[in-house]
């Protein structure tokens, strides 16, 4: 894609363009924003489409959804190292059970760290880590993988092995990252739970995975006070029963915590012992093997125990991140998630480190102790790319254009967006107030079940804000009706893949009907995302939202079912209902509709009482905005709660189709 503009202007297309459907309505003039020629031009994304003799990245990405497993073949030999090479690049014999790279081997770690730490990288940088306090710890690759080494061994130690699930609930320090890679290395999978989650998530989790091994810490910090890991995990643990054998625990925080004879014992103590710095093997995984299981919310009360494999996730996690955020040898790269996330997983944990990039990790939050605080670590460190969600730019744009004008921004060169549908307004003010006009936004779409980047832009496409432009090199993506038409220009439809990728889910543990069931089911032979979507006259992408029971608050995926059940758990709830409604910072908000039981009073008290209840069980996310008592909620004549409904009323719509409405 070449571009004669300069690279900081803004071309106003024609007149027609009506597209801004995120924003105040539909505008009659749709701005491109350019990407800077140079920076389009010297893209790694663009090399390889010179490379294969193409003049534009389009007419590279019509030849790989031609050629998917060619595309796909190329990448893996680009990005990877492979202890034995495939035999087939996919397998669809059992769809939509789809094996990638058959029978070829591997390990990520390997990829990620030791062929850096014994190579050119060896005294690279890889980690720059600041605490909230503002305590530095820096790895280079080497040493990075002497952690992971030693932590492998005290796995080891503990009777970890390959195949068992271990599960983590750490707080943002290096040692998450050490303690997953570790568990990769024995070729063991972990499941990690996000430090914010609470008590009733944890222990669910630990139970599915039936984990004999659970890590975690003594505590983190968030906003200068301490979450209390330790404390949750006991009571998760306990709730668990007989699973749990051994709980290792990371001292960062150095309060006093309970240790259960037996049970518990400290990291840095097994660490200490005799021979924790020997070699410890890397395990060759098949391609197809699991990698690691991460729970992600969908329509009912029981998390799904996502499963990733061994091979595919990270051709597909290098590829989309060399390719849409340009990863070079010189960028100081930065994602602010959390590493417990999938975006983390991806694009933390493992991405930046098979590119052998160096990355910067902040343990606390944005404004602490000042809202300035991720543009002073930005100037820094002199980090070149961010990767945030739009509820943290919504959140700090509130603070005005005066606070990141307090600091030098002039190395950043790409910006990143993911979570949820960025509202233009947020999109403008990041464009323009921290990139300088000068970062084009990658705005990614994609799923902790897709592994990796599904539709985003890269450093050469045109954008438009709020859209994530189009699918990624190799995916094919469209917008359909309910029958499975295209659905028409500008009309919403359901967002859908029309074929495997590589870092797919491979199915859900212990639960592969549910699998098919859920995404492959709506559509046959299509995966759907649970997404709804629109494409414009230019075939970009415009997503929506959710069309099943899922909330999105901060761009954290949560169940309506896990919330509702959270609230029968509390003895003055009889029944209850949770919904999204839209809020200016976080995206949604939770609202619930509860029925109390007898003897019980609606009073305000009761319902912060309640609000606080679920925040405990389930997490300070999940606290929900609003409790309204109802004496009756609206059902289904076989008895399911008409959540759509409860939306329509409050949002003061109509109600739409009442036919199926009880009595
Ligand atoms: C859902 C997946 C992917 C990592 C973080 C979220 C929404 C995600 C975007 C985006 C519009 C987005 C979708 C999707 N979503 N990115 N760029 N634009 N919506 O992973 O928790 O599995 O959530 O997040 O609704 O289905 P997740």
């Not at 590279?60 to 990448?75: C, H, K, S």
């Not at 929506?544 to 959270?566: F, H, N, P, Q």
Request: charged share 20%; hydrophobic share 35%.
């Amino acid at each position: 894609m070449t571009h004669k503009e300069s690279p900081v202007e803004e071309i106003s297309a024609t007149a027609s363009k009506t597209t801004d459907q995120n924003g105040a309505g539909k505008s009659a003039q749709q701005k491109f924003y350019l990407p800077p020629e140079e920076l389009a031009q010297n893209s790694n994304i663009m090399a390889y489409a010179r490379e294969k003799g193409f003049a534009s990245v389009d007419e590279l990405y019509q030849w790989t959804i031609q050629n998917p497993q060619q595309f796909w073949g190329e990448m893996a030999t680009r990005f990877l190292d492979w202890y034995q090479p495939w035999n087939h690049v996919l397998d669809e014999s059992q769809a939509p059970f789809y094996k990638w790279f058959t029978r070829a081997t591997t390990n990520i770690v390997h990829n990620a760290i030791e062929r850096h730490a014994n190579g050119a990288n060896r005294d690279k940088t890889a980690l720059i880590w600041e605490s909230e306090q503002g305590e530095v710890r820096r790895f280079t690759y080497a040493e990075f993988a002497a952690e992971v080494n030693r932590f492998a061994n005290v796995l080891k130690s503990q009777g970890v092995k390959r195949g068992d699930i271990v599960t983590v609930y750490l707080s943002r320090v290096p040692e998450l990252l050490f303690a997953m890679h570790a568990i990769v290395k024995l070729g063991a999978l972990h499941s990690v739970v996000y430090g914010g989650f609470s008590t009733d998530a944890l222990h669910s989790r630990i139970l599915d995975a039936k984990s004999r091994v659970v890590i975690t810490g003594d505590g983190g910090w968030m906003n200068n006070k301490i979450v209390e890991l330790k404390k949750i995990t006991d009571a998760a643990v306990d709730e668990a029963g007989e699973v749990v054998e051994h709980v290792i625990v990371v001292r960062r925080t150095g309060h006093d915590v309970m240790i259960k004879e037996g049970r518990d014992v400290w990291y840095h103590e097994l660490a200490a012992q005799p021979g924790m710095d020997e070699p410890c093997a890397t395990e060759q995984m098949d391609a197809e093997d699991p990698m690691f299981l991460l729970y992600t919310s969908g329509s009912t009360g029981t998390p799904k125990g996502l499963v990733h494999s061994c091979g595919g996730y990270q051709v597909q996690v290098a590829t989309t991140l060399s390719f849409t955020f340009d990863i070079k040898p010189d960028d100081v790269y930065w994602c602010t998630a959390d590493p417990g996330w999938i975006t983390g997983h991806s694009y933390i944990v493992y991405g930046p480190m098979i590119l052998g990039a160096t990355q910067v990790m902040y343990e606390g939050a944005p404004t602490y102790p000042n809202p300035g605080r991720w543009w002073e670590i930005a100037q820094k460190y002199g980090v070149t790319i961010i990767y945030t969600a739009p509820t943290a730019v919504r959140s700090l744009m509130r603070f005005g254009d005066d606070v990141p004008a307090q600091y030098d921004l002039s190395k950043l060169r790409l910006l990143g967006s993911v979570g949820e549908p960025i509202n233009p307004e947020a999109w403008r003010w990041y464009h323009r107030v921290v990139g300088q006009n000068r970062c084009p936004i990658m705005d990614t779409w994609w799923q902790t079940e897709t592994g990796a980047f599904m539709i985003t832009p890269n450093p050469t496409t045109p954008l438009k804000p709020g859209s994530g432009t189009k699918p990624f090199l190799g995916i094919e993506a469209d917008v359909l009706t309910e029958e499975g038409q295209p659905a028409r220009q500008s009309d919403d439809g359901l967002l859908v893949i029309k074929r495997p990728w590589p870092s797919m889910l491979r199915t859900i543990h212990g639960d592969p009907q549910r699998y098919v069931d859920t995404y492959w089911s709506r559509l046959p032979g299509l995966y759907t995302a649970g997404d709804s979507a629109r494409r414009d006259e230019d075939g970009y992408f415009w997503v929506i939202g959710r069309i099943d029971d899922v909330i999105k608050v901060s761009g954290y995926r949560l169940g309506t079912a896990e919330v509702e059940s959270a609230l029968v758990s509390h003895p003055a709830v009889a029944e209850a209902a949770a919904i999204g409604l839209p809020h200016e910072l976080k995206g949604n908000a939770i609202h619930t509709f509860v029925i109390l039981r007898q003897g019980y009073e609606a009073t305000d008290a009761l319902a912060e009482e309640l609000r606080k209840h679920v925040g405990k069980e389930m997490g300070p996310i999940a606290r929900p905005e609003a409790v309204n008592f109802v004496p009756n909620l609206p059902k289904t004549r076989s008895g399911k709660i008409m959540r759509r409904v409860l939306k329509a009323r409050s949002l003061g719509l109509p109600e739409g189709d009442l036919s199926t409405l009880e009595g």
